[in-house]
């Protein structure tokens, strides 16, 4: 199951095999025991999403309420995507640590741990990751990785137009 058309959390769980079910469940407790104040649970791009919503931060890159972790079943694993382990590199290198001194060995991309089984995930650093970063700073961050970003679009736009000018000379 890449994607689901599931309207709630709940429908997404029960669209799942048992033994995935009951996986997702466990990991979706820890996140919602450990979610700080303010983040919502809800579906997002096929997923159970856990965000800020619009309400609070309503310009967002594309529209869509800014996500701060995210819980899917992909074909062959499961996912957990912690958007603060890519977004945030002190946050990142603790996560890795904290998977290494478990004995776990951490299958991961930017953003995405990959699992095929409960035991594949230290559940004590899952719910310390989620709880790390409060609505407030995760906005924080967000924010100023859009203006680093407008800040390079601009640094690089005054470039070409530095080149163009030279080579029509």
């Known amino acids: 199951m890449a994607k689901s058309l599931a309207a709630t959390p709940n429908a997404y769980l029960q669209s799942l095999p048992p033994d995935r079910r009951a996986a997702m469940q466990q990991v979706r407790k820890v996140i919602l025991d450990h979610l700080p104040k303010g983040y919502e649970e809800q579906m997002l791009a096929g997923m159970l999403a856990y965000v800020v919503p619009l309400s609070r931060l309503a310009d967002t890159y594309n529209g869509h309420p800014l996500m ?14 912690v958007m603060s382990v890519y977004g945030h590199a002190p946050t990142g290198q603790w996560f890795r640590a904290q998977f290494k001194a478990r ?26 990751t989620i709880a790390k970063v409060p609505i407030d700073t995760w906005i924080r961050v967000y924010q100023q990785s859009r203006t680093l970003t407008a800040a390079s679009r601009t640094a690089k736009g005054a470039r070409g137009t530095r080149a163009g000018a030279a080579k029509a000379r």
């Open 103 to 128: 004995g776990k060995k951490l299958d991961m991309g930017k953003s995405c741990v990959r699992f095929k089984t409960i035991d594949d995930l230290p559940l004590d650093v899952i719910g310390e």
């Open 68 to 81: 701060y972790a995210a819980l899917a079943s992909q074909k062959n694993y499961m996912a957990l995507y």
